[in-house]
C-alpha cells in the first residue's frame, strides 16, 4: 500500500514540476515577445511619417501648376512708374497686343508705383517678369526672385560708369583726358587728393551717384568725410558751384554727362572748364534690365524675348517700347549674371545691405 502511494505520487510530483517549468517558460518569453513586437507598430507607422511632409513639399516645388499664358492666367510683366503716365497705358495696350500676335499667349503690363510692391508680388507668383534697375535687380536675384535675360541699350550705351567731378578753382587736378576720353592715372593715384575732403552724393541708393564712387574710394583705402546727400545728379553739380557743401562730387558718365543739360549750361557757360572731369570710371553699371521669375520656362522666356527684339527692331517699335517702360530704349540684347560682379563687389566693400537699395 505504501509503495503503491510512493509510485502514484511520483508523477504527480513530475508533471507539477513540468508545468512550473513551462509556466516560468511563459514568463521567461513574455518580455521577449513585448520587446520584438513593441517596434512593429512603430515600423508600421514609418510611412504615415514620411508621408506627412509630401503635402508641405507639394507647395515649395509647383508654385508653377500652370504656365502663365492662358485666359485665366495671362503672363505679367511690371514696370515702374510713379505717377502712372497715361501715354505709358496707352503703348502698354500695343505692346501686349503685338506680343499675344507673335506668341499667343494672353500677355499683359502690369504698373507699379513701387519696387517693394513689385518684388512682393514676384515673390508670390502673381507676377512673372519685370523690368529692374540694377540694384534692385541684385537684391531680386540674392533673393531668388528674378533672373535676367535682356539688358537695355540707354542713349547708345548698354553700361554706365561714374565721373568725379570738381571745381577748378578748389585746386583739384584732373586725371581725365576730354579729348582722348581716358584717364591719365589709375584711381589710387587720381582719387588720392580727396583724401579727408567732404563729397557730394545723389542719393545712398544710388549706383553712379553714391555706391560706385564710394566704393572705388574704399576700395583704395582713400578715407573721406561724410557726404552731402542732394537727390539729384545737377543738384550735385550745382552745389560744386555753390561752394561750402562739399569739395568734390559723383555723377552718372559714358550714358551723357549730366554737365551739359541745357539748364546747367544755360547757367554756367563755361561749366566743362570750371568744373572738369577729374577721373571717369569704366562702364560697370548695367543699365535697365528684362528679368524673368526662376519659374518661368526657357521656352517661354525666349517667345517673349523674340518678340520684344522684333518689336524694338523699328524706330517706332523702339519710342513705343520707350514710351511703355518708360525709359529710353534704344536696342536690347541678352546677357549673363556676372555682368554685375563689379558692382555687386563694391556694394560688398561698403557693406551695404542690398535691401537697402531697393529702388536703385
Known sequence: MHNNSLIFQTPIKFV???IMILLSACTATKPTIEVTCEPTPQATNTPTLTSTPSPTKTPTQTPTPI???GEETPFKMAVYSNPIDPEAIKESAALSIFITEQTGLAFQIEYYDTYTDM???LSDYSLHAAWLPPLTYIY???NQLAEVNLLTNHFGSYLTGTQFIAPLASGAKPYFNSEKNINSANAATALRQFQGKRPCWVNFNSA???IVPAGILAQNSIQIQPGAELQSHSAVIRALYAGEICDFGATFSISGDPRTSSDLMTDFPNILEEMPIIWRSDPIVPNLNLSYHPNISDELRTQIN????SYASTLEGQQSLSTA????????KFIESDIYDSLIDLIEILGVDPADLIGG
Do not use: K, M, S
Open 67 to 69: 504656365p502663365p499664358g
Open 16 to 18: 507539477f514540476i513540468i
Open 325 to 332: 517702360i518708360r525709359y529710353n530704349i534704344q536696342d536690347l
Open 140 to 142: 531680386a536675384q540674392e
Open 208 to 210: 553712379t551717384g553714391y
Open 119 to 121: 518684388l512682393n508680388d
Open 306 to 309: 523674340l518678340a520684344l527684339f
